[in-house]
């Protein structure tokens, strides 16, 4: 994504706006987290249940205008973003099936729920090519945007998890 943006865009742009979407998903999730806590039995997780599925259409929603981005520069890039979102998005709505599950809600309920925040992806794809294509010059900005939420999850989620994991075979694994 960021060779294409820096074929339309200028370096400086490029990497300022990068800098700052990695920025802007650190305050996104100082914001999210702000109100969690790290117990078993908290108040704030049992309230939460009803807000796991707005969260998850918002989150559902960028990823398909992150997807929608990719596939107007090239399809293979497209699949190759889509690839990536599922990667992390199946796990993510497993977990969120389970909280709505723990919280009460039944199998069907949850299940719908589900469904219904993961239509919000189409809308962001198809609000992403209507944008996109209404405002051209803004598509290299978007992929940009699109790559620091990428690297944010690297950094913020999938290094620290590596260096957690016990010294031994599997370090050699991760470098490689």
Known sequence: ???????????????????GGILLFFVLEKLVLWRH??????EVHENAAPLVPIGDAVHNLVDGAMIAAAVMTSIPRGVSTATAVAAHEIPQEVGDFAILLHAGYSRRR?????????LAGAIGAVSAVLALSAVPGFLGYALVLAAS??????????IPGLHRARPDAASFRQVV
């Open 1 to 19: 994504m960021l060779p294409t943006a820096i074929e339309s865009l200028p370096a400086m742009h490029v990497f300022s706006t990068l800098l």
């Open 37 to 42: 806590c790290h117990t078993h039995d908290c």
């Open 149 to 158: 939420s990428f690297l944010y999850v690297a950094m913020a989620d999938l």
């Open 110 to 118: 949850a299940l719908l729920y589900n469904a219904l925040s993961g």
